[in-house]
């Protein structure tokens, strides 16, 4: 019996020890438990082609495939998992000749998602794709003296890639986290001359679009009052 307290003793300071250390080893092993239920769910609602949801919409499979790669516990590697590997073959396969990811519309929604997902992969083999899809989302930036007239709202912006004269803070967004998630991949110079946003020009965009809400939001403001 004194043996038996003396064990449970040593072992309950060793355990209060390790909480001190990293007083967050609870919370995080609750996340992680989260994290595996949240993509067991989604591996549940793949369709038996290897997308989610609507087809006409590669966003919905990318979006899934990055909270499924992003699991801590994920194994990457050259391959994955039968069900994974089947819906990023998906996704490679809905690849257009321009480089856009899309099938119905909204193509630079679709296809920085898309590039989000392929990066978080961490997969050589995608790079190929990932170069055509950056260059058709930097083409979808309106810049004066290429789309419009000097001056325009749209100008530095991308919109969802169906009306090129609309650019909106979403698609932009998305596009230029896409780009710089992707910017390793031709730093190297390995895929030859690439072209470049003008990040001056969607700056400008960003931030003419920031006080317009904000004075939207301050004319909302006075109506209610």
Known sequence: MKKLLTSS???SMGMASAQQADPYTSLKKEIEQSIARGNNWLMEQQKAGGHWDDPGL???TALALNAIVRDPHFKKGKKFPEKVEQSFQWLLKQQKK?????????GAYNTATSVTAMMAAGRKDFEPAVVKARKYLIGSQWVAGEKGEAGNASEGGIGY???DSYTN???TYLAIEALAL???VVADGKY???PKLNYDAALKFL???RYSFLSWEAGEKNMAA
């Open 207 to 209: 931030s003419s679009s």
């Open 98 to 106: 321009d480089g856009g990811i899309y099938n119905r519309g909204l």
């Open 182 to 184: 992707s910017e390793s």
């Open 9 to 11: 003793l040593i072992l």
């Open 169 to 171: 803070l979403s698609s």
């Open 192 to 194: 030859g001359d690439q």
């Open 161 to 163: 890639g169906s009306d």
């Open 58 to 60: 590669p966003a919905f």
